[in-house]
């Protein structure tokens, strides 16, 4: 159902609490990160909206800067170089008056898509993290993550709120087809929400938004009937991902559901071409599962554990999956490098540590040759890390 702009910061909305729970919860690990590089963090939320909600609840803004003043108040880092700036088209100035504690910050009357490349221009040398949470999907054009990704920077990742339904919705229109699942639409709640017609604009507005004409095949099955609309909605999800993939080698994807065992309402996407940021984001979505299931399920007891797409965890299925990927691995491959692709291949199913685990059993049972550096602790003791960085490699290799 489309709503009044306005009415979005009325008070906070269950999705928008799942939404800032992710940000909030990845970004406090990730600015601890970034600072040990020793490179500037430059933050942009693109579509920041007001800052606070009427009810009191923080915005999106106030999470991030909150953050930061943590990050900054215990690191040991002489100087901690950030700098964030908020883009809002219409709230520029409830902006100023709600961040009037962080004169530091830049504010930007206008749209992210005139005014990104300005704020990126000089960045080479620095990690950049854009947060994209537009009301719609007509501000999502593909071809600026395309040059985003070849800025140059020292980082770049982007977690990105891509309201995959609208887009069905609106290239069945397009298309000249109808996909207006009134339950759905109406537990939406969309905020200006996108319309196109059955024409060539739209139809070519909608491949800049999608980086391609992926979708129309999509539609075409879901127009046959071969396909639901939630089908194409995954496959939509899916393919938007692999499209983005072709500029960031490491793409999540990550259904947010309003309800428990609802069909999901929205995608987040985290983009990047950090392998460690990308299993940094795998822990974050699978330790803050159960806070999420919470808020999900209005503190209804869980009988059995859950992954992040609501699907039973099934142990053995884990297992399997990581023998299958492992077992690809001929040549020696750095542990965190073959990692981050099991979770491309399979999504953020269970935690970095589960895979791990199965790792250290394979290597006990000599199926996997696991090689340290360093090999033995400053005491002669054989060692076992299992984690890469800070002076630690690990190398993997199938035995068989
Ligand atoms: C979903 S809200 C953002 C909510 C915010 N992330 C939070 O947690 O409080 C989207 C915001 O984008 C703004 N907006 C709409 N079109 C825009 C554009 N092209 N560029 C920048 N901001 C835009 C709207 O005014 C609105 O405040």
């Not at 970034?34 to 803004?61: M, Q």
């Not at 700036?85 to 004169?103: E, K, M, Q, V």
Request: aromatic fraction near 12%; hydrophobic fraction near 35%.
């Amino acid at each position: 159902m489309a709503k009044k702009n306005d009415d979005f910061f009325l008070e906070k909305k269950p999705w928008s609490v799942v939404k800032d729970e992710i940000l909030g919860c990845y970004f406090k690990p990730y600015v601890s990160k970034i600072l040990h590089t020793y490179k500037p963090l430059v933050y942009v939320d693109c579509f920041a909206g007001k800052g606070k909600f009427e009810d009191g609840n923080r915005g999106s803004p106030l999470i991030a800067l909150e953050i930061i003043d943590q990050c900054r108040a215990s690191t040991t880092m002489q100087q901690a170089q950030i700098n964030a700036t908020f883009i809002d088209l219409n709230y520029a100035d409830d902006l100023r008056r709600n961040l009037g504690s962080y004169p530091w910050v830049k504010i930007v009357s206008g749209k992210y898509e005139d005014n990104i490349k300005t704020i990126l221009r000089g960045k080479e040398n620095c990690n950049i993290f854009l947060y994209i949470d537009p009301y719609g999907i007509k501000a999502l054009q593909c071809s600026l993550f395309d040059e985003f990704a070849q800025g140059h920077f020292n980082s770049i990742e982007l977690l990105i709120n891509l309201n995959s339904f609208g887009f069905i919705r609106e290239a069945c229109h397009a298309l000249g087809t109808t996909f207006d699942d009134t339950t759905l639409f109406a537990d939406l709640v969309e905020y200006e929400p996108t319309r196109m017609d059955a024409s060539e604009k739209s139809i070519s507005e909608l491949n800049e938004i999608a980086g391609g004409d992926y979708w129309k095949p999509i539609i075409v099955a879901y127009k046959k009937g071969e396909i639901d609309g939630y089908d194409a909605e995954a496959l939509f999800a899916e393919k938007y991902c692999m499209r983005l993939r072709k500029s960031y080698k490491y793409v999540l994807n990550m259904p947010l559901r309003i309800k428990k065992g609802q069909r999901p309402k929205y995608r987040l996407i985290h983009a990047t071409n950090h392998r460690d940021g990308c299993l940094l984001m795998v822990d974050n979505i699978c330790n803050r599962w159960e806070a999420l299931q919470e808020i999900q399920s209005g503190g209804q007891m869980q009988l059995w554990a859950e992954n992040f797409d609501n699907q039973a965890v099934d142990e053995d299925d884990i297992e399997e999956k990581t023998i299958l990927h492992f077992s690809q691995y001929n040549c020696l491959t750095s542990l965190h490098d073959a990692l981050a692709m099991f979770f491309m291949n399979y999504g953020p199913i269970c935690s970095t540590g589960y895979v791990k685990k199965i790792l250290k059993g394979l290597e006990e049972d000599k199926r996997l040759l696991v090689l340290r550096n360093p090999d033995y602790t400053s005491r002669g003791k054989k060692t076992a890390f299992m984690t890469e960085g800070k002076g630690q490699k690990i190398s993997v290799r199938w035995i068989r």
